[in-house]
Nanobody, 123 residues
Framework: EVQLQASGGGLVQAGGSLRLSCAAS????????IGWFRQSPGKDREIISC????????YYTDSVKGRFVVSMDDAKNTVDLQMNSLKADDTAVYYCAAHAVFCTLAPREYGYWGQGTLVTVSS
């Protein structure tokens, strides 16, 4: 059974950092790409990053480029999202999701989702 569990959210001041982690079970990263999404009140869920094998290619949406870094740990079967220089606009519920093989930008393409983890950035 494919399962994802996101963790690491919390309250942080603007300019600070948080590290989110997505623990995967029931599959390997050879078969699935992992996307990170976020959704804030009144807004659509948006993809912010994605990582896929075999070449560990990555994607970042423009608003997080240079601030967020996604990484994959095969041994632990986790995908982490290091978030630096956080802004108030980064406040949202963050989700990880799995899509077969390659990254895609549309949330509806992802068949497996973890529960969200709330990130609150105070200004």
């Amino acid at each position: 059974e494919v399962q994802l569990q996101a963790s690491g959210g919390g309250l942080v001041q603007a300019g600070g950092s948080l590290r989110l982690s997505c623990a995967a079970s029931g599959f390997t990263f050879d078969d699935y790409a992992i996307g990170w999404f976020r959704q804030s009140p009144g807004k659509d869920r948006e993809i912010i990053s994605c990582i896929s094998k075999p070449d560990v290619s990555t994607y970042y949406t423009d608003s997080v480029k240079g601030r967020f870094v996604v990484s994959m740990d095969d041994a632990k079967n986790t995908v982490d999202l290091q978030m630096n220089s956080l802004k108030a606009d980064d406040t949202a519920v963050y989700y990880c999701a799995a899509h077969a093989v390659f990254c895609t930008l549309a949330p509806r393409e992802y068949g497996y989702w973890g529960q969200g983890t709330l990130v609150t950035v105070s200004s």
